[in-house]
C-alpha cells in the first residue's frame, strides 16, 4: 500500500487497501473454512470459531493445529461415548456433585 | 420401592424431604443436571487452562516436538516410496528431513534476497509515499521538519534501543536454531522409527482396548494428512493472489519478490504434495 501510495497517489493507495483488506478477508474468513471444511469433513463455521480461539489461547501454533486437534478430539469423543465410557463416568461423578450442589 | 429411590425419581433426593419445610414447593427436577453441566464445564475450562499452561512452561521441548510430528505424518509416505526404490530407511528418513531443511532455507534465503534486492527501490517508493502523504493530507512543512530535528537528536536512544533489539534478536535466532535442529532430529527418528513406535505404545494397551486405539491413531494420521493437503490447497490459492497483484497499475515490485512472497507462503507441505503429483 507504501509503494502504490508513493507510485500512484492516495487513489491507487486506497484502491490497494481495499484489495488487500477484501483478499484478507475473504482467504481467512470464507475461503480457508470452506477447504478446510470440505478436506476435514467438519462444518466450516466450527473451523472459523476453532480458528480463532486456537489463535487467541496459542498464538501461531494454535492457529495451526486447531482445527486438526479438534477433529481428532471429535473423534476420540465418538469413540469414548460409543463404548459408554463417558456415561460410566458422568454417571459415577453424578453422585458427589450432587452432594455438593445439596 | 424405597423412599430414597422414589424421590429420585421424581427429580428429588431424600434428603430434599428432610430439608424442605410443609407444603414448600418441590425443587425442580432439572436444576441437579445444569449443576452438574456447569460444574463439568468449570472442570473441563480449569483442566484445559492447566495443560495449556504446562505446555506454555515447556514451549521450548513442545514446539519443536509437536512440528516434528506433524511434518513426520505428513511426510512418512514420502519414506515409504524411497524404500520402496531401494533405500535404507535411515538413509530414507535422512534424505526427506535433509530435503525439508533445504526447502525451508530456500524459501528463507529467497524471501530475504527479494527484499533486500529491492530495498532501494522500496525505500525510494517510501520516500515518494510520505511526500504524497505530506501533499495530501497538507500537513506543515515546519512541522514536519520539527519531527524530523526530534527524530534526529532521539538517535542515540534510538541507537540503543536498536542494540538491545539486535542483542534480543541473536538471541532469538539461536533460540529458533536450536529449536530447527531439535525438530530436525526429533522428525528424523519419527521418520525411521515411527512405525515400529506406534506398534510398541499400543502394545502396552489393554488388549481388549487394542485395536480400538490402534484404529484411533489411524484416524489421527489420516486427520493430519487431509489437513496437509487442505494447507496445501489454501497456499496455492495464496500463492495465486499475491502473485496477482504486480498486474495492478501501482505496484511496481518485480517478481523476486512476489515469488519469495508466494513461496513463503506455501509450506514445505505444498512442495511434497505437488512432487508427489496430488491431487
Redesign the interface.
Known amino acids: 500500500m507504501?509503494?502504490?501510495?508513493?507510485?500512484?497517489?492516495?487513489s491507487?493507495?486506497a484502491?490497494?487497501l481495499v484489495?488487500v483488506l477484501a483478499?484478507n478477508l475473504v482467504?481467512e474468513n470464507f475461503?480457508?473454512p470452506k477447504?478446510?471444511g470440505?478436506?476435514?469433513d467438519i462444518h466450516p463455521l466450527i473451523v472459523l470459531i476453532v480458528t480463532a480461539l486456537g489463535g487467541l489461547?496459542?498464538g501461531i501454533?494454535g492457529l495451526m493445529?486447531a482445527?486438526?486437534v479438534t477433529?481428532?478430539a471429535g473423534?476420540?469423543i465418538t469413540?469414548l461415548r460409543s463404548?459408554g465410557l463417558i456415561a460410566q463416568v458422568?454417571d459415577r461423578?453424578?453422585p458427589t456433585?450432587?452432594s455438593?450442589?445439596? | 420401592m424405597s423412599d430414597e429411590s422414589d424421590g429420585a425419581a421424581r427429580g428429588g433426593s431424600a434428603s430434599d424431604h428432610e430439608t424442605r419445610p410443609p407444603g414448600a414447593p418441590a425443587p425442580l427436577s432439572w436444576v441437579p443436571r445444569v449443576g452438574v453441566l456447569a460444574w463439568s464445564f468449570v472442570g473441563f475450562v480449569v483442566a484445559t487452562i492447566i495443560v495449556a499452561a504446562a505446555f506454555g512452561a515447556v514451549s521450548e521441548i513442545v514446539l519443536p516436538l509437536t512440528f516434528a510430528a506433524v511434518l513426520a505424518v505428513i511426510f512418512k509416505p514420502a519414506v515409504g516410496v524411497l524404500e520402496r526404490h531401494g533405500f535404507k530407511p535411515t538413509l530414507a528418513a535422512g534424505l526427506v528431513v535433509l530435503g525439508l531443511l533445504a526447502l525451508m532455507t530456500g524459501v528463507v534465503v529467497a524471501t530475504v534476497r527479494g527484499v533486500t534486492e529491492q530495498a532501494d527501490q522500496i525505500g525510494a517508493s517510501v520516500d515518494a509515499a510520505l511526500g504524497n502523504a505530506v501533499d495530501a493530507l497538507d500537513v506543515d512543512r515546519a512541522s514536519l521538519d520539527a519531527a524530523r530535528a526530534a527524530t534526529e537528536s532521539a538517535a542515540p536512544t534510538i541507537a540503543g534501543g536498536f542494540l538491545t533489539h539486535l542483542v534480543s534478536g541473536v538471541s532469538t535466532l539461536v533460540g529458533l536454531a536450536s529449536g530447527v535442529i531439535l525438530a530436525a532430529l526429533i522428525g528424523y527418528y519419527l521418520l525411521k522409527d515411527g512405525t515400529r513406535l506406534r506398534r510398541s505404545v499400543v502394545a502396552q494397551i489393554d488388549p481388549r482396548l487394542r485395536d480400538e486405539f490402534d484404529s484411533f491413531i489411524g484416524d489421527s494420521i489420516r486427520v493430519l494428512r487431509d489437513y496437509g493437503r487442505g494447507r496445501t490447497v489454501m497456499s496455492a490459492i495464496v500463492s495465486v493472489v499475491t502473485a496477482s497483484p504486480p498486474s495492478c497499475s501501482g505496484c511496481r515490485l518485480s517478481s523476486p519478490s512476489w515469488w519469495s512472497t508466494s513461496s513463503a507462503a506455501t509450506s514445505p507441505t505444498s512442495a511434497y504434495f505437488s512432487a508427489a503429483g496430488w491431487p
Open positions: 507504501i509503494i502504490a501510495l508513493g507510485d500512484g497517489g492516495l491507487k493507495a484502491i490497494m484489495v483478499a482467504l475461503v480457508e477447504v478446510m470440505r478436506t476435514l489461547l496459542g501454533v493445529l482445527v486438526p477433529v481428532i473423534d476420540a469413540r463404548r458422568a461423578a453424578k456433585l450432587r455438593v450442589l445439596d
